[in-house]
């Protein structure tokens, strides 16, 4: 987020920070663009037509002109996406809908399909909204770059991004320091390179031959095909459905993400070049469409035995007269631009042979059943029973709803179940005891085997609409979820001087791609004919050659490459943190130095990184201190710069020492720090120029600067004033103050972008700080955010145990450097929106300066051109990155997904969560674009638009009320859920800083621990057992079912565990059970249970040992382990509980039953 209007030069700011004249030109060739957000005002082409639903009043700050057409009266969408002749022209307010339009999502369907209604009168119109043109765009300067450094200017475009939060799935919560991946590691065959093999569990003969394709068939043959099946079992061959023509068993020869046994898979073949510090060796490969190429004559460097001299034309060589690559946008390769200047082979514009064409069942989804009540309940709360009165229509049967939504293409019990009409207003017991699982996509037993994980790489819709009018008459919306650097127990290491490639796309070669014979290969994004090079012929499981479609880049989705130094611009940067810490009066009174120095101490051994890693501090008030800490001196030395206006670096080579050379001395430091500013009287925080201090310091090398802050800055550059009205904390007029204050944070955060430094900020303070400027400063530096309100290390000990188990966590996860991503997708299909924390560097490479396992990213999606000719899709996500030992890596993850062309199989396929979680982003930029207001409306009309576009295509078969299929019966629970976060809520205080907070978490956190967030889970835990439990080693974990969050499901005689992601409550009912209190919270009765109470105590006992299972399962699944709160069934506590109970009424929102009433409201206009 970004101060709309934002034009200024980022040169101008060479002058404004003191710094050196030469920057990194990497961070932004800087165009108008500045106020460009992750989102609506991203510059990217849009993804719907000029009348579709998020042509709202634009960002604040553009000259106003005459509106080129009314705006839409009633409610705004949640974003701009007009179409333009202009790439960039996206990030402007486009012209509104027509007077009669409702503000939703999506684009309307044709006009035959949906009437055009009268403006909504529930929500007032947004009177006066002006529309603006695009401004012209002014291209500053691009920054001036150090010869030493990359060499070259970054004529690349700037846009602006956004949070997202963070989680880790899966991560043991074991000693985090240590090597997540053991290596495994084969002897070679005699004659043969040192190419490891895969673990004996894989087979590694008897496996059947891959039968040769052809260009595909007719529609005739197509037609032939789709009778195909695929024999199910060890060693099954497919039968072809004309000669030659056929699909290639993938055979999983390694296990799949989310393995107990943690291993890390580890082919080298060519382990006598390691790679990472290739300074020596021959200038890199540049990397563009022609860039693989060897000139004719060089000789390649090779090891596997049969190798030819001479570049191959699909992959990446390492040759010894190659040219220098000097951008990052040649060095991780473009996308189709470049296909032009290569010829592309006979039949490359033709569509790969799918592997499959009909798809088996899956597994039918959670089959509803009304949910046992406990016979406790008390009367109070939730819904209102005279209005779940059964309606006298009967529900359609499942053949006239199939016919009339066009027909079942795929197995109907799947879709069955998926399309089943459920009547919400009838319907109370909708949500599963268990987590819903994400829906399995629609693909053949073989490619649903190598597909990848949903933790990784999740889409809004498992089936891919053949046209994007199809999309608009689903009226969902289309977009991706990653998690690319999460924490893996399993993981593919490939070693090679090959990465195969496609020349036309840079698609690294995957699961999906289809091999014609065993010397070429069809890329399955753009569909051009490869060759397959010589050392690709060698298969390292078995040991012999003629088997590349059984190398493991082929075998699994998720793969990493240890690459060459093709991929690098400069030698791998070394680990490198920075601790910025504010030690001014009110920095002093929190504690918070006791807590860090302390957790420092004890990791500081753990700390990612090698014999290279080097560590600084630098703290501040109303100056700035530097600390000495050279190899050699008896102590540590403090250097005080007083002139915060023009900041220098009193020593620029003793700050940052390396971390084993000066161990001792940055040890006595951290023991004398806390006591060091106890009784300072500096109430002033220079928070400005000691980011602009850290900046010089680390412009060498980059890294990672940890900035730790607790109030205002208040001196100085950067200092801000405070906005905050505290009696508008409850307004439903609208939230103002949502963007930054100021640019200086968000332009110094591009300069450390360029330099490839991350910025995380840790904000520890009672008082309003302005968050929505300072988390700038992480969000365009690929940085993290972290809040603790009030925290005090006396006062609020679950503040200070949280922040402990967060430093843990911290300072001991893996981290990569200096790292760049990209998103490919099949031809036809384009990204438009990215949202996360990151720095946009070319239209679609988003630069990370440092990159973490814990946040998540997405992107939002259009199809330009009809996808008839392919029954599958494809996307990749390729994450080139240092990692903390100098080894330059990519990870890339591939997914795949059917094509379909009923609009049955859209809705059967649509994933509720993964909607959700866009629409929260989407509707973020929303706020902050436009007005909190308009992105609340704009929520509900998604889910209004959703369910008419089901209705009006299921004919008029379905019966009166608010009828949803199955898949998304839980959209209106989760935009409601929505509705009633910090983020987008109304009515109810909320401090300006948590609001901020939370939208920022909402930007870069994974699915999983944004959807904890918005939907927390309820579990009953005074009554568990071990039936149904799981059975993890040696250990029971109880599983009760999950409740309504709705205080009818609550009983005074109970205690109840709610899980909202980082905190979790324990509310223990007046009433009960003395056994329970007594055996897992250690207190003889409910009086006695301390009203400060932040964790289970380890009591010998079957009840406590259970619940503590429970709770620590439950802790695992996340990266941050969650506040812990016991909380009694008084009035003074549990309100932080009852707030979460999203299905009551409050004060300022409606109940579930009162929403699906004002959803059948807005249907019925």
């Known amino acids: 987020m970004s101060t709309p209007g934002y034009t200024n030069n980022l040169n101008s700011s060479v002058h404004n920070y003191g710094m050196n004249p030469t920057q990194n030109g990497a961070a932004a060739l800087h165009q108008h663009h500045h106020h460009h957000r992750n989102g609506p005002d991203q510059s990217h082409p849009a993804m719907y037509p000029t009348t579709n639903y998020y042509a709202g009043p634009p960002p604040q700050g553009y000259p106003s002109v005459p509106a080129q057409t009314p705006p839409a009266p009633g409610k705004a969408p949640l974003m701009n996406t007009d179409y333009s002749a202009s790439y960039y022209h996206n990030s402007h307010p486009q012209p509104g809908a027509g007077p009669g339009s409702r503000p939703t999502l999506y684009p309307p369907p044709p006009v035959s399909q949906t009437p055009v209604r009268p403006p909504s009168t529930v929500n007032p119109p947004v009177s006066g909204a002006p529309q603006y043109p695009p401004p012209s765009i002014q291209q500053p300067a691009p920054y001036s770059v150090p010869a030493n450094y990359y060499g070259q200017h970054y004529s690349t475009i700037s846009q602006g991004q956004q949070q997202q939060p963070n989680l880790v799935p899966a991560s043991s919560g074991t000693n985090l320091a240590t090597q997540l991946y053991p290596i495994v590691s084969y002897p070679s065959a005699p004659g043969s390179s040192q190419y490891g093999t895969l673990r004996s569990s894989q087979t590694s003969a008897g496996q059947p031959p891959i039968p040769t394709m052809m260009p595909p068939p007719t529609q005739s043959a197509l037609q032939q095909q789709q009778q195909q099946q695929y024999t199910q079992g060890k060693g099954a061959t497919p039968t072809p459905a004309q000669q030659g023509y056929?699909?290639?068993?993938?055979?999983?020869?390694?296990?799949?993400?989310?393995q107990s046994n943690a291993v890390q898979q580890h082919y080298d073949q060519n382990p006598q070049a390691p790679v990472g510090s290739h300074y020596n060796r021959a200038p890199p490969v540049s990397e563009g469409p022609e860039g693989d190429r060897p000139p004719s004559g060089a000789p390649s460097t090779h090891s596997s035995?049969?190798?030819?001299q001479g570049g191959d034309s699909s992959s990446t060589t390492t040759g010894s007269a190659s040219p220098v690559p000097n951008s990052y946008e040649s060095l991780e390769g473009g996308s189709y631009t470049g296909s032009s200047s290569v010829p592309p082979t006979s039949d490359s514009s033709k569509p790969a042979p799918p592997f499959g064409y009909n798809y088996p069942t899956m597994q039918p989804g959670y089959q509803q059943g009304p949910a046992p009540r406990p016979d406790s309940s008390p009367s109070h709360g939730g819904y209102n029973a005279p209005g779940y009165q059964p309606y006298s229509q009967p529900f359609p049967s499942l053949s006239q709803l199939s016919a009339a939504l066009g027909g079942l293409s795929g197995v109907p019990e799947l879709e069955v179940e998926a399309l089943r009409p459920v009547n919400l207003l009838q319907e109370r017991n909708i949500l599963p005891p268990q987590p819903i699982a994400p829906p399995e996509p629609n693909l053949s037993s073989d490619l649903r085997k190598v597909n990848c994980s949903p933790d990784t790489f999740r889409c809004t819709l498992s089936c891919i609409p053949q046209t994007q009018a199809l999309l608009n008459k689903a009226r969902l919306p289309l977009g991706l979820l990653l998690h690319p650097f999460r924490d893996l127990t399993q993981l593919p290491v490939i070693t090679s001087n090959t990465i195969v490639r496609c020349r036309s796309c840079r698609t690294y070669i995957n699961p999906f791609v289809s091999f014609l014979d065993q010397r070429r290969w069809k890329c399955n994004l753009c569909y051009r004919v490869n060759d397959v090079p010589d050392e690709f012929m060698y298969n390292p499981v078995t040991r012999s050659y003629?088997?590349?479609?059984?190398?493991?880049?082929?075998?699994?989705?998720?793969?990493?490459?240890i690459a060459s130094s093709d991929y690098m611009l400069r030698p791998p940067q070394p680990a490198v943190y920075l601790f910025v810490l504010d030690v001014s009066h009110n920095a002093v009174e929190t504690g918070y130095l006791d807590v860090l120095c302390q957790s420092l101490l004890e990791n500081l051994e753990k700390l990612p990184g090698d014999a290279r890693t080097r560590i600084g501090f630098l703290t501040f008030d109303s100056t700035i201190h530097f600390y000495n800490l050279q190899e050699g001196l008896s102590q540590p030395q403090m250097l005080v710069v007083s002139d915060i206006n023009d900041v220098f670096i009193p020593t620029p080579d003793s700050l940052l020492v390396n971390l084993k050379e000066s161990q001792e001395l940055v040890k006595d430091l951290l023991n004398a720090l806390p006591g060091m500013f106890t009784h300072t009287r500096e109430t002033h925080s220079a928070l400005g120029p000691a980011l602009q201090a850290a900046y010089?310091?680390?412009?060498?090398?980059g890294g990672r600067v940890s900035v730790f802050q607790t109030q205002l800055p208040t001196i100085g550059a950067g200092l801000l004033q405070s906005r905050e009205d505290p009696n508008q904390r409850s307004s439903i007029k609208g939230v103002q103050h949502l963007g930054p204050a100021t640019d200086f944070y968000k332009k110094l955060a591009l300069d450390c972008s360029g330099q490839q430094i991350g910025v995380d900020l840790f904000l520890l303070s009672s008082q309003y700080s302005d968050m929505a400027s300072l988390a700038c400063m992480s969000k365009y530096s690929a940085g993290s955010v972290f809040y603790y309100p009030a925290f005090h290390h006396i006062h609020n000990p679950a503040q200070r145990v949280k922040l402990q188990k967060d430093l843990q966590r911290y300072l001991t996860r893996k981290i990569g450097f200096e790292a760049v991503m990209r998103i490919r997708c099949t031809k036809g299909l384009s990204i438009h929106t990215f949202h996360g924390n990151f720095f946009v560097r070319s239209t679609d490479l988003l630069s990370l300066a440092n990159v973490n396992p814990d946040s998540g990213f997405a992107v939002q999606m259009s199809i330009d051109e009809s996808l008839a000719d392919t029954t599958l899709v494809c996307f990749q996500a390729a994450l080139l990155y240092t990692s903390s030992k100098g080894k330059r890596r990519i990870r890339v993850h591939t997914l795949c997904l059917p094509v379909v062309s009923q609009l049955s199989d859209v809705f059967a396929g649509a994933d509720v969560q993964a909607i959700s979680c866009l629409l929260a982003n989407m509707a973020v930029d929303r706020s902050i674009s436009s007005s909190l207001s308009d992105a609340r409306d704009a929520l509900v009309n998604a889910v209004v638009d959703s369910l008419e576009a089901f209705r009006a295509n299921g004919s008029n078969l379905q019966p009166a009320g608010v009828v949803a299929?199955?898949?998304?019966?839980?959209?209106?629970?989760?935009?409601?859920?929505?509705?009633?976060?910090?983020?987008?809520?109304?009515?109810?205080?909320?401090?300006?800083?948590e609001r901020v907070f939370s939208m920022c978490e909402f930007k870069s956190q994974p699915l999983k621990q944004m959807m904890r967030m918005v939907h927390p889970d309820l579990y009953r835990i005074d009554n568990l057992t071990d039936q149904g439990a799981l059975h993890l080693n040696d250990r029971v974990i109880p599983q009760p079912p999950m409740l309504q969050l709705t205080a009818e499901k609550l009983t005074r005689e109970g205690a109840f565990l709610m899980d909202c992601g980082s905190m979790m409550y324990l509310w223990v009912g007046k009433c009960c059970n003395e056994t329970f209190i007594r055996d897992v919270l250690g207190c003889p009765n409910y009086t006695s249970i301390p009203a400060s109470m932040t964790e289970i105590p380890e009591l010998e006992t079957a009840s406590s040992e259970r619940t503590r299972a429970f709770v620590s399962w439950l802790q695992e699944t996340r990266a941050f382990p969650a506040a812990f709160y016991v909380l009694k069934d008084d009035p003074s506590t549990k309100s932080s509980f009852f707030q979460h109970l999203v299905e009551d009424r409050s004060e300022a929102a409606f109940s579930y039953y009162e929403f699906l009433l004002h959803i059948q409201q807005q249907m019925s206009k």
């Open 546 to 561: 003629g088997e590349p479609h059984k190398r493991p880049e082929v075998q699994n989705s998720t793969v990493e490459f």
């Open 965 to 993: 299929p199955a898949c998304l019966r839980l959209f209106p629970l989760y935009v409601l859920a929505l509705l009633k976060q910090k983020a987008l809520r109304t009515g109810i205080s909320t401090r300006l800083d």
């Open 305 to 308: 035995p049969g190798r030819q």
């Open 696 to 701: 010089k310091l680390m412009s060498a090398t």
């Open 246 to 258: 056929g699909a290639p068993p993938l055979n999983q020869t390694a296990t799949v993400n989310g």
